[in-house]
């Protein structure tokens, strides 16, 4: 299939769905296919849900709650995807007592496909995320952090594809500068791409040397900024080719995609779901026989 058209549809975008409330969500049925990508960001080393007397988010999020949730969308549509835009690390005892090795054995056991590297999973230095990857069954793809003369090195791919009921989905990633964020001796010799124009170099590569029919950006840049800081809205505008920005950093709670359009006139959607694991975001792609795309999108609450 070649990507011509992309059209939104913003019916279900509003749509807050919890456990149990899948069937909130409904399309008729027909020979598209159909294709669900799932998503986290900044879980912050969340493992277990909030107290029921937590000032905030009592009783929310946890572990557990996601693996059934994503058990469940998985049982609806085999044709998905599960991925992480990034600071998995950082924020309760486990990871200081840990190290990341829960979160990554936890996450491999729901299954994720793909996840990109936030700033915080250098908290414990460039070695000590090295050392847990042992317990990652599942890729890590950062395209602007150039690992080469690090001990990460072939460790970390700038890309990859899936296919998923003969769809071709490439899927790159973006991290946020870390000088000036991240003590120098953690990251050590890692170097700062520009990700824009690496964001330009992926997808044309993605689109036209791997035929992709989906691309989609992990992105751990931040949501929106003032100024010239580059973000995931200002990504979408100043590329081409990405159809999905799943984004992180900046702990945005959007209640429904944002849809930009991008420096060709396309559609680009672009999600964020907060952090610590409270929603679980999910995006439907439709592509049907005359390789029109439409795209549902929704935060389900954990």
Same mark, same amino acid.
């Given at each position: 299939m070649k990507r011509r058209n992309f059209i939104w549809q913003a019916s279900a975008a509003t749509t807050l769905v919890g456990i149990g409330g899948l069937s909130a969500l409904s399309f008729k049925p027909d020979d598209r296919k159909h294709i669900t990508i799932l998503h986290t960001n900044d879980v912050h080393s969340h493992i277990e849900p909030f107290g029921p007397d937590a000032p905030r988010n009592a009783n929310m999020c946890g572990v557990a709650r996601r693996a059934t949730l994503v058990e469940q969308i998985r049982q609806e549509n085999p044709n998905t995807l599960l991925l992480d835009a990034g600071d998995i690390f950082q924020g309760t005892p486990y990871f200081n007592f840990y190290g990341g090795e829960l979160e990554f054995k936890l996450m491999s056991k729901m299954k994720y496909d793909a996840a990109t590297i936030g700033n915080h999973d250098f908290d414990n230095g460039i070695d000590g995320l090295y050392a847990q990857l042992p317990h990652a069954d599942?890729?890590?793809?950062?395209?602007?952090?150039?690992?080469?003369?690090?001990?990460?090195? &072939?460790?970390?791919?700038?890309?990859?594809?899936?296919?998923?009921? @003969?769809?071709?989905? @490439?899927?790159?990633?973006? &991290?946020?500068?870390?000088? @000036?964020?991240? %003590?120098?001796?953690? =990251?050590?010799?890692?170097?700062?791409?520009?990700?824009?124009?690496?964001?330009q170099e992926m997808t044309r590569r993605l689109k036209e040397d791997e035929q992709c029919d989906l691309i989609?950006?992990?992105?751990?840049? @931040? =949501?929106?900024? %003032? &100024?010239?800081?580059?973000?995931?809205?200002?990504?979408?505008?100043?590329t081409e080719n990405i159809d999905l920005i799943i984004g992180g950093h900046t702990h945005t709670f959007l209640e429904k995609p944002t849809i930009e359009t991008n420096k060709v006139g396309k559609k680009v959607v672009v999600n964020q779901v907060g952090c610590y694991g409270l929603y679980l975001g999910r995006i439907d792609f439709y592509l049907d026989n005359k390789n029109n795309i439409e795209a549902d999108g929704v935060k389900i609450s954990v």
């Open positions: 599942f890729s890590f793809i950062s395209s602007n952090y150039d690992f080469s003369n690090t001990i990460l090195d &072939g460790h970390v791919s700038p890309k990859q594809t899936f296919v998923k009921d @003969g769809v071709k989905i @490439g899927i790159f990633g973006l &991290g946020i500068e870390l000088e @000036g964020l991240v %003590n120098s001796k953690l =990251y050590k010799e890692t170097k700062y791409l520009d990700p824009i124009e690496i964001a989609i950006c992990l992105s751990h840049l @931040g =949501y929106e900024y %003032n &100024g010239s800081k580059i973000s995931d809205l200002k990504l979408a505008r100043t």
